[in-house]
């Protein structure tokens, strides 16, 4: 089955500072996506690629999927205490019975003043 | 547009209880994914329904069990709850199709399960 490693599990970082965080799979990801969770609750969706190659971003967060397809990285530029929270990657993840997202641990960021 | 919602927010069960779990829709979607999240974890997948069929399981025992309704809201059911059982439960829905090709899911704020 296919694994997604996130790294590093956890980043304290100082308000203004930027950040990366990392998504590996074991296999080719076919379409991935980024969440972010706020501690308890629900997933906000932020960004899906699919392409390798492809960037996207979203205010202050960029998002990007390697060539091959097998590497994620979400880089956040000027964190703000807002930007605190769980970030998940999710794979599409294919059987013959249908789909379903295959999620990451998670990165925890908490963002100092 | 109305998000995805669930019901309750918290619940408590003691061990061997029964729970019933409740999510409505987004707008316009025909698709719902349950997944639990277990303290520090990712979610993990439980099952999705297509127009009310399952489309899909992950590797969860049998006394999990799910419906999903005309208007496309859903229920998750455990039986027999154990303690390994409390965690987030997360519904997701999509406008998804029983092919492989998936549109994005959008989750609800989940419900805290907590058996004791």
């Known amino acids: ?42 997933l906000i969706f932020l960004m899906m690629l699919q392409k390798g190659g492809e960037e996207k971003s979203h205010e202050k967060i960029t998002a990007k999927l390697d060539e091959k397809k097998q590497q994620s990285s979400l880089h956040i530029t000027a964190s703000q205490p807002s930007h605190a929270g769980i970030y998940l990657c999710g794979a599409e993840k294919y059987s013959n019975s249908g789909y379903a997202l295959n999620f990451g641990k998670g990165t925890s960021l908490l963002v100092t003043p | 547009e109305t998000g995805v919602t669930q019901s309750p927010t918290h619940l408590i069960k003691t061990r061997g209880q029964q729970v019933t779990l409740r999510c409505s829709s987004q707008s316009g979607h025909n698709t719902v994914s349950w997944y639990q999240q277990a303290l520090g974890q990712g979610p993990q997948f439980i099952f999705q329904y297509y127009r009310e069929e399952e489309n899909g399981r992950g590797n969860f025992p049998p006394r999990f069990s799910g419906l999903q309704f005309p208007n496309y809201s859903s229920e998750l059911n455990v039986n027999a709850l154990e303690l390994d059982d409390s965690a987030l439960y997360l519904c997701a829905s999509s406008l998804g199709s029983r092919q492989t090709s998936t549109d994005t899911q959008y989750f609800g704020p989940g419900t805290r399960l907590t058996v004791l």
Do not use: A, D, M
């Open chain 1, 1 to 42: 089955s296919q694994e997604l490693e996130q790294s590093p599990q956890s980043l304290i970082v100082q308000e203004g500072k930027n950040l990366t965080i990392n998504c590996t799979s074991s296999k080719t990801l076919y379409g991935l996506y980024w969440y972010k969770q706020k501690y308890g609750e629900g």
